[in-house]
């Protein structure tokens, strides 16, 4: 018998056992039968039929104890105990609903907020891109140079890096071109922005798969100038689009300023290297190269060789056996080749110590790690302490459980039940009551996910608890695990039973002793709490700190408004013309209060012009000047104060005096302890180049960094400079987002076609800034909160539980003289004595672990004393509240009645 036969045969015993036991009977039956008629044909005169039967019987032994015995051995008998332990573990769990409520309720927060925490960071940092062939030599491509004394590490660059880096590399077996980008897709009304693919022919070679239909495009339809305008559409756009049809192959669809044909649609699990948020379509990098290069560079320049245009990443996968030292120094001369080939290989490259390497495909996973990457890992371990309190609170009630049940158990003991036998049983009990909490935590996670994806990811994000494999096997492990942890508590005490001990006992007797176990547990949900609390006290000061910070503009009422042309060709007059029609359009719409053109919206876009100030020789060494083009209403547009002199006038024209407005910043490091009103600055580093005079300073403004000192900045007037590539600010009444939809239809109308406008509130701009932080907060507060609830019922039920087994104690004391307020005070001291005990090793651990927290806060120190204060009173004045219900029953104790309590 093979061993998938012999294992098909004892699961079929073990699943029909009445079957298998007449199977044996009647082998049996046969067996005696044929001895008989053996004994009957050697001795025909002188054995009868019963003689014969009756020997046969005789040397065969006890039937049914044969039986007995030969199901035994061909059952799984360990299958069987298993079996009768859920079955007995299922009665205790139906003789106590309340408590088995409370228990699974308690396990599925934990492994809920785990199994929740768990499909976001999985994403984020460890799960690679589905479909993806060799995942472990597939990386992004990096590079480094130093900047005034900083390493500036980045992943994007221009198509001929790219091309540099797959034509000199020996390191790789492929290379790719990877960007994405939000274009609309379709025509007039009908259109809407998606996520668009845009990716080398050789991009589709890191997956392994194939095209559910059509076929992808190929290397000569990728090549520049201008590529091909064919496109790939993802499985979900064709089935919702397209309804499935094979027709779909050579159908046009317009995307961006470019109408493509599509030619394949990829399998249905295929998603690129953006998990998150699949794209709609996938296009040729060159065609679209091609066509962003049309309508914003030069007609003179060739975008694919230049290296000033940063739009893309490179990808590449590494040949087997390749480590990434010899990977990372054959970049390394690639790069340098890339940059002395930018340059004519005329200028010294040394002192920049520019450098290549691989990371990983993950682009959270670094170098360039985003702070909600890390905040997002430490809220997973926040989560996995919220698992533990609740695995605490539920080993205590189990373990109060079990100490009720010590005479049970005696007599268990003592009617012949090993101990082993016991222990399988509570943990069964255990493990099953983690299931079942499993089962509903996952639940808990679905809904948990919706909620995390509404609030931090995009809003094509997805995330599904259910049809994710890796969170359901996560959650299962979870749940196995906390079964085994929480059944450790009730084995400890079955294992320490004293069976003459505790069968000469009464309830009472065996169970007024303090338990250090159950104190500990106690104790270390406080001590948990404390740090969840402090942790969360801390990103709450840090989120305040940010939302208070003043910008030196205002965002809430402030929409940005892009106009995408989509290839329509216009002479810059028309283009001046296009915008000021838009302004006034805006201006006359109901909800605008305001209205201004940029060329720069903080966050987003920044312009970077060279300065040269007469008596300064190297403007550059001092900083990062930034530039803004604005008409006259742009300060009262952004809420940015002017502090001294005037902002951008009306009479400021294309031919007037050139002036400029200054931020407080740039003034004081320019002139410092002069006047910067009335000073020259030329947009260039000739000296031929006129004046531009400074007429007024504004207050700082932050663009890069929230946490840096204010960036330095400068105004010009759009009319004396570039008029025709301006967008605009929009200021409204109410909420941006509110007015959003109105102030687009207003503007739409005097786009020509197939172009239109976008209006993006400046708050979503802002927000992205503020994303980690609002995840620490919101993350730390609500498993802080949940820790605060589970260790406040713990206490309860500890508190709760002593006052029950002290009752007659508690009633001589009465019975001596104790009034209720003696009592009250003896019950609630206990508990704040637990507490204060939580609050110091809880406290400790958060003062020991500050410094790996202290760089994820914003301007907020990791050891604040007056969240550690507030965080104590909290947790002291829970535990009050927590005994208070138990000390007050304590204090109404009558003496007689508790005299008789056993």
């Not at 919206?601 to 040269?612: A, H, K, N």
Request: charged fraction near 20%; aromatic fraction near 8%.
């Amino acid at each position: 018998m093979s061993f998938l036969d012999g294992v098909r045969y004892r699961l079929g015993v073990w699943l029909h056992p009445t079957r298998h036991a007449r199977q044996i009977e009647r082998e049996m039956r046969l067996h005696l039968e044929m001895d008989a008629a053996q004994r009957e044909h050697d001795a025909p005169d002188e054995v009868t039929h019963a003689d014969a039967w009756f020997a046969a019987k005789r040397q065969f032994g006890n039937v049914t104890y044969l039986q007995e015995e030969a199901r035994r051995m061909t059952a799984n008998v360990w299958l069987d105990t298993i079996e009768r332990d859920l079955r007995f573990a299922a009665r205790s769990m139906r003789r106590a609903p309340g408590f088995t409520i409370a228990v699974v309720v308690t396990l599925a927060l934990g492994i809920g907020a785990n199994a929740a925490m768990f499909s976001l960071v999985d994403r984020l940092l460890f799960r690679p891109p589905a479909l993806l062939t060799s995942p472990n030599r597939v990386h992004h491509i990096y590079t480094a140079q130093t900047v005034r004394g900083n390493e500036a590490i980045g992943s994007y660059g221009p198509y001929a890096r790219y091309a540099d880096f797959a034509k000199s590399t020996t390191s790789f077996d492929l290379t790719t071109g990877v960007a994405q980008e939000d274009l609309a897709v379709g025509i007039g009304d009908a259109s809407r922005e998606m996520h668009i693919g845009i990716v080398s022919a050789s991009f589709f070679k890191f997956f392994d798969a194939p095209p559910a239909l059509g076929r992808y495009f190929g290397a000569d339809e990728d090549t520049p100038p201008n590529g091909s305008a064919v496109a790939v559409a993802s499985y979900a756009r064709w089935q919702t689009e397209y309804g499935g049809s094979r027709a779909v192959l050579g159908t046009k669809v317009q995307i961006g300023s470019v109408l493509y044909t599509i030619i394949g649609v990829t399998p249905p699990d295929f998603a690129g290297i953006w998990s998150s948020q699949p794209p709609a379509y996938y296009v040729p990098i060159t065609t679209y190269g091609a066509a962003e290069a049309a309508a914003n560079s030069s007609p003179s320049e060739h975008w694919w060789t230049t290296y000033h245009w940063y739009w893309m990443e490179t990808m590449a996968r590494t040949r087997p056996g390749v480590s990434d030292a010899r990977t990372n120094a054959d970049l390394t001369q690639a790069f340098i080749r890339s940059i002395q080939a930018e340059r004519g290989g005329t200028k010294e490259i040394s002192q920049e110590r520019p450098r290549a390497f691989v990371g990983s495909i993950l682009s959270e996973r670094g170098p360039n790690a985003s702070g909600f990457a890390k905040v997002a890992t430490w809220v997973g371990g926040v989560a996995l302490v919220v698992l533990l309190i609740a695995c605490a609170n539920v080993a205590n009630l189990l373990f109060a459980r079990a100490l009720r049940r010590r005479r049970e158990i005696a007599v268990r003991l003592a009617l012949g039940v090993s101990r082993a036998r016991l222990l399988s049983q509570l943990l069964t009990e255990s493990v099953l009551l983690a299931i079942f909490g499993g089962i509903v935590g996952i639940l808990v996670a679905q809904w948990s996910s919706i909620g995390l994806r509404a609030a931090f990811l995009p809003k094509d994000a997805e995330i599904s608890v259910w049809r994710d494999e890796r969170t359901i096997l996560f959650a299962g492990i979870a749940a196995l695990v906390t079964g085994l942890l929480i059944g450790v508590a009730p084995v400890v005490q079955a294992r320490r039973a004293d069976l003459t001990g505790d069968l000469k006992a009464g309830a009472r007797e065996g169970t007024h002793q303090r338990s250090r176990l159950r104190i500990g547990l106690l104790v270390m949900q406080g001590a948990l709490s404390v740090i969840l609390l402090v942790g969360a006290g801390l990103f709450v000061r840090s989120l305040n700190q940010v939302r208070n910070i003043r910008l030196g503009y205002d965002v809430g009422p402030v929409l940005i408004v892009h106009l995408n042309m989509r290839g329509v060709q216009l002479d810059s007059v028309y283009q001046v013309a296009l915008r000021q029609r838009l302004l006034q359009a805006a201006l006359t719409t109901r909800s605008v209060v305001n209205a201004s053109f940029q060329t720069g919206i903080p966050f987003w876009s920044t312009w970077s012009v060279g300065l040269s100030v007469p008596g300064i020789g190297a403007v550059g060494r001092l900083g990062r000047f930034d530039v803004n083009a604005v008409s006259p209403g742009y300060f009262g547009t952004l809420g940015t104060r002017i502090l001294r002199g005037r902002g951008i006038l009306g009479t400021d024209l294309e031919h007037s005096p050139l002036v400029m407005v200054v931020s407080e910043k740039m003034g004081s490091t320019l002139w410092p302890g002069e006047d910067p009103i009335g000073k020259c600055v030329r947009l260039g580093v000739l000296d031929t180049i006129p004046c531009r005079t400074v007429v007024g300073i504004a207050e700082d403004i932050k663009s890069h960094q929230l946490s840096n000192e204010p960036d330095m900045y400068y105004y010009l007037p759009a009319t004396q400079f570039n008029p025709n590539q301006t967008g605009l600010f929009v200021r409204v009444r109410g909420d941006a987002a509110t007015d959003a939809d109105a102030v687009r239809r207003s503007l739409q109308r005097e786009m020509p076609a197939p172009s239109y406008v976008t209006t993006t509130p400046l708050s979503q701009v802002i927000g992205g800034e503020t994303r980690s932080w609002k995840l620490g907060a919101s993350m730390f507060s609500a498993f802080g909160l949940l820790a605060l609830v589970l260790a406040a019922i713990g206490l309860y039920s500890v508190i709760a539980y002593n006052v029950a087994q002290r009752t007659h104690e508690i009633g001589v004391r009465v019975a001596l003289g104790a009034r209720a307020g003696d009592v009250l005070r003896l019950v609630i001291l206990d508990g704040v004595r637990l507490s204060i005990v939580g609050v110091g090793a809880g406290g400790v651990i958060a003062f020991l672990a500050a410094p790996r927290l202290a760089p994820l806060l914003f301007q907020e120190s990791a050891r604040d004393p007056a969240v550690y204060a507030i965080v104590a009173i909290t947790l002291v004045a829970v535990s009050v509240a927590a005994s208070w219900l138990p000390a007050y029953r304590a204090s109404r104790i009558e003496p007689t009645r508790a005299l008789r309590h056993e």
